[in-house]
């Protein structure tokens, strides 16, 4: 009996076992709760850029939003150059620090404050993530993201009262979302003027503070406080549309613009040296400013006269009266051949005080080589007289801005005339059949100027300026621009022109200022862009 009981036991169980787990998934399929919905489910290329935080908090920010770009390249260059760029910004901090702690220290009645230590630690920023926005002014425009967990040690030793304390800063943690703006974009290393820092938001800021040992920051409610305090105060001076601003350049030199002209009137020479063989000469003056690349400009030729008079007035245009100087060429005058240098000397603009006219009598050396012996024999004199004409501030101001408007044109300036400024910008899609290393050649009133030549480029920028001073507006006129390539490997097509455009300047006069691409003709598919301003007093 006990062995049937056992057996009729076991299949007992199993029969039991089956029937409660049909029942169970019966009750489970229809008897589901109706207060019970389904999870939304949303793929993360639908989640915005908060959630995306939230959920992944460590993805870099290149792959969250599309708008930044990844810098990886810029963070093992700074992680390379962090020893060196440590030393460098402590340096300059301590420069930038200490002024300021001298004129605070007397209002809290205290001795000193000083640095005992001062390092960023071994840790250094990362970037990541950087967006650049495209806009049509000369600027450059950045917004990264930085990340900062560093392990700096500042001390600061503070003396008041007899007594010395000993403040530390340590475990600093800064994440913070800049705006740099470099403007104006100028064809001088750097290649900007000005740098502009905003905070687009609040930054965030973790550190600790020691005071002789104890931290401060365990203290109740100082944590919170001073977290509050900084990014209020920083907020205050730097959030959007509030900026830093780092002058890097003079505007006046990087720029290179006019500001001001030279009126230079040569009057005469005296006892000049017998070129020809028939014991006379054919003497004319050679005017130039150094660091300069328009043409000189060039007296009469006065022919057979040892001490001729001209009483000839010029004026060229000046772009940095500190350093520039007049170069004065006299030359005799040949038919055939070249013509022959009789003599030179050169004036420091810094010489010329502004709207004086000052004369100068100069003697004509072979060179401005101090130790040539040559230069002590006689050849002669040049009578000259300046006058420097600076522009006014406000015109600078408007000219270096580029702006819409045409500042006016300087002093001086021949009455009715003006001043034609010519900035050639860049080409496109200019293409040679033999080389493409091209330049850009202006050509007007007789006068020819070349920007640099840019070799195996198919879209060179020059952005390059020339000016030319005109007796009468240039109404009836027309500006000569022309593509050039040279090469001096192929010696059967040395020089072959990409294309031309010749521009009316009428509307130039008109409209004061003209910014555009032209189609070259005799070119498929080159464009050149070319900016003309008229500038009248």
């Known amino acids: 009996m ?73 963070n093992k260059f700074i992680e390379y150059m962090w020893p060196y760029l440590d030393k460098a910004i402590c340096k300059t901090a301590k420069n930038i620090a200490k002024p300021i702690i001298a004129e605070q220290i007397p209002k809290y009645k205290i001795d000193s404050v000083e640095f005992e230590t001062l390092t960023l630690g071994s840790l250094p920023p990362t970037f990541q993530g ?11 425009i950045m917004e990264p993201s930085v990340k900062w967990a560093g392990n700096p040690n500042v001390t600061l030793s503070v003396k008041a009262f007899g007594l010395k304390a000993t403040v530390q800063v340590v475990d600093l943690q800064v994440f913070l979302a800049p705006r740099i703006t470099l403007k104006p974009l100028v064809p001088s290393f750097p290649c900007f003027s000005n740098i502009y820092v905003s905070l687009m938001e609040k930054p965030h800021v973790d550190f600790g503070l020691k005071l002789v040992g104890a931290d401060l920051m365990s203290i109740p409610g100082v944590y919170r406080f001073v977290q509050e305090l900084i990014k209020d105060q920083v907020a205050n001076m730097y959030l959007w549309p509030k900026t ?65 008079e001209w009483k000839e007035e010029f004026n060229l245009v000046v772009k940095d009266p500190e350093s520039q100087v007049l170069e004065i060429n006299v030359y005799d005058w040949e038919q055939v051949g070249k013509h022959d240098k009789m003599g030179m000397n050169v004036i420091s603009l810094k010489d010329v005080p502004p709207e004086e006219p000052k004369e100068f009598t100069l003697s004509l050396l072979k060179n401005m080589d101090p130790n040539d012996v040559q230069n002590e024999k006689p050849r002669g004199q040049i009578v000259v007289e300046l006058t420097y004409k600076p522009f006014k501030e406000d015109e600078l101001d408007k000219g270096f801005e580029e702006t819409q408007s045409v500042q006016k044109a300087p002093e001086g300036t021949p009455a009715g005339g ?20 091209p330049y850009a050649r202006i050509t007007f009133s007789g006068e020819e100027k070349k920007t640099k030549r840019v070799k195996k480029n198919r879209d060179p920028r020059w952005d390059e ?73």
């Open 2 to 74: 006990g062995f049937f009981s056992a057996i009729l036991g076991f299949f007992g169980f199993g029969i039991g076992i089956s029937i409660g787990l049909v029942a169970g998934y019966f009750f489970f399929i229809y008897f589901q709760p109706t207060d019970v919905k389904d999870p939304e489910i949303k793929p993360l290329a639908e989640q915005d850029s908060k959630t995306l935080q939230k959920m992944l908090p460590e993805i870099p920010l290149w792959i969250k939003n599309p708008d930044f770009d990844r810098v990886d390249w810029l």
């Open 244 to 308: 830093l601003e780092v002058p890097i350049l003079d505007p006046t030199k990087a720029m290179r613009r006019p500001v001001g002209i030279l009126h230079v009137k040569v009057l005469r020479a005296l006892k000049l040296k017998k070129k020809d063989i028939l014991g006379a000469s054919d003497p004319y003056v050679k005017l130039k400013l150094s660091d300069d690349k328009m043409p000189s400009k060039k007296t009469t030729v006065k022919h057979k006269n040892l001490n001729p």
């Open 465 to 537: 300026e020339f000016q030319f001073t005109l007796e009468e507006p240039p109404t009836n006129q027309r500006l000569h621009v022309e593509v050039i390539s040279t090469s001096s490997r192929n010696l059967l097509h040395q020089k072959e022109s990409l294309g031309y455009i010749d521009v009316s300047l009428a509307d130039v006069v008109s409209n004061k200022r003209i910014n555009e691409k032209y189609h070259l003709i005799d070119s498929k598919n080159g464009r050149i862009q070319v900016e003309l301003q008229w500038r009248t007093s």
């Open 130 to 140: 950087m967006k650049v926005y495209v806009t049509d002014e000369k600027e450059l």
């Open 418 to 437: 003006g001043l034609l400024v010519v900035r050639v910008h860049e080409a496109q899609d200019v293409e040679g059949k033999h080389h493409t290393n």
